[in-house]
């Protein structure tokens, strides 16, 4: 069965430092989403992405974020300048087409410790 | 700003009994929800989708969505140990799948 994957699983780094979390969505699918979820909260909405732009993006998704779609298979999510509350898991998430609704399917997630 | 509400549990039922999980939603606008089931440390995992008001069953889930009370809710049917976990309602406003918001989760265990 097709499935999202994310890499890596986990990534330390230290404050003010640059990250890039990977997103493999599932083939074919033509939109895609990052989330993340601070420990013990909600999963809470970054962005979504569609025909190689970003569609839709929330208040948390500010200048310090962006995502690209540098080839075919990659999604990926960049965080410039790390800060401690950006510690969190980040979910990255792919819909096929309007035959398939809404329903978005997430990848396991990259586990992001900002030290 | 969209509000979407769960009791955050836990809710504690013995194995073979029904479980029942609630959600409410702020905006009249909706038009998609879903149910996720999320392990601890691990991601959503989509169990189903609703989006006309009435009951839609699964195997043994069973959605049921009141649009006029906004309200959604999840019943799950024999409940086995296996379904531990935190259940997450999410809705979005449209039909082109952009933003889910998510409820902050209904703990649920079950004991054997």
């Known amino acids: 069965e097709p499935e999202v994957t994310q890499t890596p699983s986990h990534q330390v780094t230290q404050m003010g430092q640059e990250v890039i979390l990977r997103c493999v969505p599932i083939s074919n699918h033509l939109y895609f989403y990052w989330y993340r979820q601070i420990l013990g909260q909600k999963v809470e909405f970054l962005v979504s992405?569609?025909?190689?732009?970003?569609?839709?993006k929330s208040e948390i998704f500010d200048d310090q974020f962006s995502v690209e779609r540098p080839d075919g298979s990659n999604f990926t999510l960049k965080i410039r300048s790390t800060k401690l509350e950006d510690s969190a898991m980040y979910f990255c998430a792919s819909r096929g087409t309007l035959l398939s609704y809404n329903e978005q399917f997430f990848g396991p997630g990259t586990r992001l410790t900002v030290l | 700003q969209k509000e979407v509400e769960q009791n955050s549990g836990p809710l504690s039922v013995p194995e073979g009994a029904i479980a029942s999980l609630n959600c409410t939603y702020s905006?009249?606008?909706?038009?998609?929800f879903f149910w996720y089931r999320q392990y601890s440390g691990k991601s959503p995992e989509l169990i189903m989708s609703?989006?006309?008001?009435g009951d839609k069953e699964d195997g043994r889930f069973t959605a049921q969505l009141n649009k006029a009370s906004q309200y959604v809710s999840l019943l799950i049917r024999d409940s086995q140990p296996s379904d531990s976990a935190t259940y997450l309602c999410?809705?979005?406003?449209?039909?082109?799948?952009?933003?889910?918001?998510f409820g902050p989760g209904t703990r649920l265990s079950v004991l054997p």
């Open positions: 905006d009249r606008g909706s038009q998609s």
């Open positions: 992405f569609y025909n190689n732009e970003i569609s839709e």
């Open positions: 999410a809705e979005t406003r449209d039909n082109y799948g952009q933003n889910f918001v």
């Open positions: 609703i989006y006309s008001n």
